[in-house]
């Protein structure tokens, strides 16, 4: 509700709460000093020093300024492709049709269109720099002899070696481009970006402040240890398994922010440029030789 009615109030909570916590655990790490307004030493003292010049609004806003920005380096930016998100996803989340898997099909389906327009496989090997399947003319001549001549038999493998490479390169190749899909969506359909902004900035959120939180119940764990009273292990325990739900709630949340921009893909909302560049591919002329390297 505030998110809606404060414009870019999701960009600016995450790094400001993520800031404020990372200072209390600095807070907690340096002994958690109690304010005292008499106290004349450490960094207690210094900051009364100060008292007499600046109004507690000021110390808010400059104690925000530093959260603020301690957060904008902390904060957790959501990528397709981090490898930590994505490890941690490997083993909290499991979806019956992953990400990559429907990337897989929009490659796999542009690549099928390329065929049916009867593109060669010289020109994939041209445009996309794939390794070519005759490196030489002895080469080509080696495999000619092979497939006895039929040339029809040798542009099936040659095609089939380039698809090999093409399809796992187009599809890493989109899912890198996510980001930028999602800017083209902002000027193509604004509800879909709506709906792509919010998931992500909630999956930010959460990835953000689990670290610190993480780090807190382990500090209020320690400093709990032996203490008489019980609540405090109990309270850590809690605190580990919000963190776990920060985690896969975050991720889950990310992953629905993908699946807005692989949904526009697929219903031709918007077009990934790599894919583009395959469609504008024109075939050659029929009676065009075959190429005897590539």
Known sequence: MLAQILPGFR?????????????????????????????????????????????????????SFVAYVVGMITSANIKSGDVALTIVRRFLLKSKQSDKKRI????????????????????????????????SEEDYDIHRNECQGDEDRMLFQQMDHAVKQLQPLLSEAVIASIPTLAIKLQEKNKDLFDNYDKDKSEAE?????????????????ILSWGNSDYYWPWASLVGLIAVVMLVVRGLAKRS????????????????????SLLANIDPPPAKLPMPRVG
């Open 256 to 275: 629905s922010a993908t699946n807005v921009v692989i949904t526009a893909l697929e219903i031709g909302t918007i077009e990934s440029s790599e894919l």
């Open 205 to 221: 959120f959460r990835l953000s402040i689990a670290g610190p939180l993480a780090v807190l119940t382990v500090q209020v764990l």
């Open 104 to 135: 897989d099909q929009i490659v796999r389906a542009s690549i099928k269109k390329a065929r049916q327009r009867k593109v060669k496989p010289f020109q994939l090997i041209e445009e996309f720099e794939i390794d070519p399947y005759y490196t």
């Open 11 to 63: 960009d600016f909570r995450t790094p400001l709460v993520t800031g404020y916590l990372w200072l209390i655990v600095l807070w907690i790490l340096i002994g958690a000093p109690l304010p005292d307004g008499k106290s004349n030493e450490g960094l207690m003292g210094i900051i009364n020093a100060f008292g007499a010049f600046l109004s507690p609004a000021i110390y808010l806003t400059v104690l």
